[in-house]
């Protein structure tokens, strides 16, 4: 049985690149998607010109299919871990 008391807490996320990602960590977009995903509870089909190559955010969030949300300064995106990489 899963205990879902602790479910918003900090925890390692590992991928198949055998790189971690933990909630509030820092990451740089790598590559851009052809299109960006917003967060929002309804999502939405952003050009990718709403963020750059290089920029940095913070992941908030793991979502499934793969997703990550990310915080940038002009929002918050679902990006897969192809797009982006670890500042640290």
């Keep these: 049985m899963v205990d879902i008391r602790n479910f918003r807490e900090?925890?390692?996320y590992?991928?198949?690149?055998?790189?971690?990602?933990?909630?509030?960590s820092k990451v740089r977009v790598v590559a851009l998607?052809?299109?960006v995903k917003t967060a929002d509870?309804?999502?939405m089909l952003r050009p990718p010109d709403?963020?750059?190559?290089?920029e940095e955010g913070i992941i908030v969030d793991r979502r499934p299919g793969g997703y990550w949300g990310?915080?940038?300064?002009?929002?918050?995106?679902l990006l897969?871990?192809?797009?982006?990489?670890?500042?640290?």
């Design 41 to 43: 509870t309804m999502p």
């Design 70 to 77: 990310i915080r940038f300064t002009r929002g918050t995106f």
């Design 33 to 35: 998607p052809q299109y």
């Design 14 to 24: 590992i991928l198949e690149m055998s790189e971690e990602f933990t909630v509030g």
């Design 50 to 54: 709403v963020i750059k190559i290089g």
């Design 80 to 88: 897969e871990s192809q797009y982006f990489e670890s500042t640290q």
């Design 10 to 12: 900090r925890r390692p």
